[in-house]
């Protein structure tokens, strides 16, 4: 017997779930989709490889540090974004097929929802707080692989000049974490039958990630 759920496409087997690491060191998780007609050799990817988002070459990524009339302080405004790049793609495709069979096929990333809190900003680093305290906006955790999530902070001179000393001190490690959070279903296996599941899927990067695209502005 199985149990479906109307509109879901994919159905991913949860007891089908292969991870691959790419060559660039990027881990990358896949499942199975069932088929009701046939065996399935149709794989879908976890979000993966959250990282700023790049135009032209140059990274989506701005620190302005203003002065008016006495005020001073700072604006940080970045983009970020998720997904393989058509070579990763290839590279995991070809992995695929050696860790499991030769007509497996990686078809795209997994249908995911955002969840309820999408974006986290967490650790013990001060930086952590003061960007929890001073975010001005941060749209939702977009589903898609290229779709951009934007997020801005207002900083006041003293934050300011604590940002400055961060980007200008290679030495400085900060102890953060910024996260996407999504959703996504697979049918798990109950004796004969298949029943749906929900899962939560965490994507992260390091805020000392985020900073290094800031030396050199």
Do not use: C
């Not at 991913?12 to 069932?34: C, E, N, W, Y």
């Not at 070809?94 to 990333?109: C, K, Q, S, V, Y």
């Not at 305290?133 to 290229?146: K, L, N």
């Amino acid at each position: 017997m199985l149990i479906t759920v109307s509109g879901f496409s994919q159905n991913l087997m949860d007891d089908s779930r292969t991870d691959i690491i790419l060559s660039d060191g990027t881990p990358v998780t896949l499942f199975k989709a069932h088929s009701f007609e046939e065996p399935s050799d149709i794989y879908y990817y976890l979000p993966v490889n959250l990282h700023v988002a790049s135009r032209d070459g140059n990274p989506e990524i701005s620190l302005l540090f203003f002065g008016d009339e006495g005020v001073r302080g700072a604006i940080l405004h970045f983009l970020l974004t998720w997904g393989l790049s058509p070579a990763q793609e290839k590279e995991a495709g070809n992995i695929l097929r050696m860790e499991t069979n030769d007509t497996a096929f990686m078809a795209g990333p997994v249908l995911v929802e955002a969840a309820q809190v999408s974006f986290q900003i967490t650790g013990d680093d001060p930086v952590v707080s003061m960007m929890n305290e001073r975010m001005t906006q941060s749209s939702r955790a977009p589903v898609i692989p290229g779709m951009k999530l934007a997020a801005s902070f207002r900083f006041s001179a003293e934050e300011a000049d604590y940002i400055s000393a961060i980007i200008n001190d290679s030495g400085k490690t900060i102890d953060g974490r910024m996260s996407m959070i999504f959703l996504y279903r697979t049918l798990e296996r109950e004796g004969y039958m298949l029943k749906p599941a929900d899962h939560e899927w965490i994507l992260g990067m390091t805020l000392d990630n985020l900073f290094q695209n800031l030396k050199g502005q």
